[in-house]
């Protein structure tokens, strides 16, 4: 099965609101990394996180690995930030590579 | 900052045909890797490369070849095309170290579509 589940699918926000996107994993790892894809676009790294709580601007990640579960909060949702939300566990085993969740898709209206 | 560049943008191709994606990264990353994003199946790692001339296989490796003859290009081959094949593949580096332990950059894509 999946090995990386993310939750929800989809997200539909009001400008302003805020959101908590999941990633939990089935595995162990050595970290997860939290990338966002706009449609059609490419693929930016947003956090690279193998612990605790990182914060960038509006969104902080936390990652809990005793609980194999990686969280991405959004504040003050605004329309720029649309997109897909795909979180990625790296195996300990690195010649595994990375193993990435199905993301979730946010749109964000005013 | 650095840059992945992929080329083409878009690849149309026929049944049964040989395609070469390629990619370029000017961040003098170590590792290279191709990914296949389909629409449902989020994205899976095809090969990748830790060094010059270095080849990995994947998740996704049956019906690919890959080559990296120089640290700063890697190539993918579809060997034969399957009619009705639509995916982007995408090609990222990382590090300077040969290790996945950072972050990874991706390119924008290659769109592939076989009639």
């Known amino acids: 099965g999946q090995q990386v589940q993310q939750s929800p699918a989809s997200l539909v926000l009001q400008e302003g609101e805020n959101a908590e996107l999941q990633c939990n994993f089935s595995?162990?790892?050595?970290?997860m990394q939290w990338f966002y894809q706009r449609p059609g676009g490419s693929l930016v790294s947003l956090f690279y996180?193998?612990?605790g709580t990182k914060h960038s601007g509006r969104l902080t990640s936390t990652t809990v690995i005793k609980e194999r579960r990686s969280s991405l909060h959004i504040s003050s949702s605004q329309t720029t930030d649309s997109g897909t939300y795909l979180c990625?566990?790296?195996?300990?085993?690195?010649?595994?590579?990375?193993?990435f969740g199905l993301g979730t898709r946010v749109s964000v209206f005013p | 900052g650095g840059i992945i560049t992929q080329t083409p943008k878009f690849l149309i191709g026929q049944e049964g045909q040989k395609l070469t994606l390629k990619c370029q990264q000017n961040?003098?990353?170590?590792?290279m890797y191709w990914y296949r994003q389909d629409s449902g199946k989020g994205l899976r790692l095809i090969y990748y490369?830790?060094?010059?001339?270095?080849?990995q296989k994947g998740d996704l490796s049956e019906g690919y070849d890959a080559s990296r003859e120089k640290k700063s290009s890697f190539s993918l081959t579809v060997t034969s095309a399957q009619k009705n094949e639509m995916a982007v593949f995408l090609c990222?580096?990382?590090?300077?170290?040969?290790?996945?332990?950072?972050?990874?950059?991706f390119g924008h894509g290659t769109k592939l579509s076989v009639l």
């Open positions: 996180n193998p612990s």
């Open positions: 961040f003098n990353h170590d590792t």
């Open positions: 990625a566990l790296e195996r300990h085993n690195y010649a595994q590579g990375l193993t």
């Open positions: 490369s830790i060094t010059e001339n270095d080849l």
């Open positions: 595995t162990s790892l050595n970290s």
């Open positions: 990222a580096s990382s590090g300077t170290g040969g290790f996945f332990n950072e972050r990874l950059f």
